[in-house]
């Protein structure tokens, strides 16, 4: 292998990937933070393995990040960071219904619930999405390759349109940084240009 064609290649279909990414779709997400703030809703955020990260990464950007100055809080739960509540659930239940079985505890109507699936077809996140939506939930998922299940089930869809994993997971990433500073500077006024 060529490390320095490598570098290059993988930097390029990265590149090329975020010039392709929906606009209007960021735009809708990022209005349904704001929104879930400004009606003081849950917003529940999930994924399986790098996507799980990226939740947890989400779920700490928003709550901390965007508000710990403020005298509104956020109220954003990952639910793949408890992991004995995990466990338990795949153990006694189905590995399916790890997030499904929380929202059932904490899950009020209008109540903002985001999937995160490299793939978009992660069983036990649609299973979830499907039980906001027949409660009266909205929902919101991040998916790449054609989208997945995910994609064709949730309210709004952002899809990293790239057949690659760790690319995909990259944009999703990209996505969260990004959310956060937009919702910081929704919510301050003295934020920095483009923060």
Not at 30 to 52: C, P, Q, R, T
Not at 122 to 128: D, E, P
Request: glycine share 8%.
């Amino acid at each position: 292998m060529n490390v320095k064609d490598f570098h290059t290649t993988y930097l390029d279909q990265l590149k090329n990937t975020l010039d392709r990414i929906d606009f209007d779709g960021f735009k809708k997400v990022l209005d349904l933070i704001l929104d879930a703030y400004a009606e003081e809703k849950h917003i529940f955020v999930m994924g399986n393995g790098g996507s799980g990260s990226t939740a947890s990464h989400f779920a700490c950007d928003i709550n901390k990040g965007c508000c710990v100055d403020l005298g509104k809080k956020f109220k954003m739960i990952c639910l793949n960071d408890n992991m004995p509540t995990m466990l338990a659930i795949a153990n006694d239940i189905s590995y399916e219904a790890v997030f499904e079985a929380q929202l059932t505890n904490f899950f009020e109507p209008g109540d903002l619930v985001i999937g995160i699936s490299g793939s978009g077809n992660s069983a036990n996140v649609l299973k979830a999405i499907e039980y906001a939506k027949k409660h009266e939930g909205i929902t919101a998922g991040m998916c790449g390759f054609e989208g997945g299940a995910l994609a064709k089930l949730v309210d709004v869809a952002l899809v990293a349109p790239v057949n690659d994993m760790q690319k995909v997971e990259d944009v999703h990433m990209i996505w969260v940084h990004m959310l956060m500073q937009a919702v910081y500077a929704a919510l301050h006024s003295d934020a920095l240009p483009g923060c």
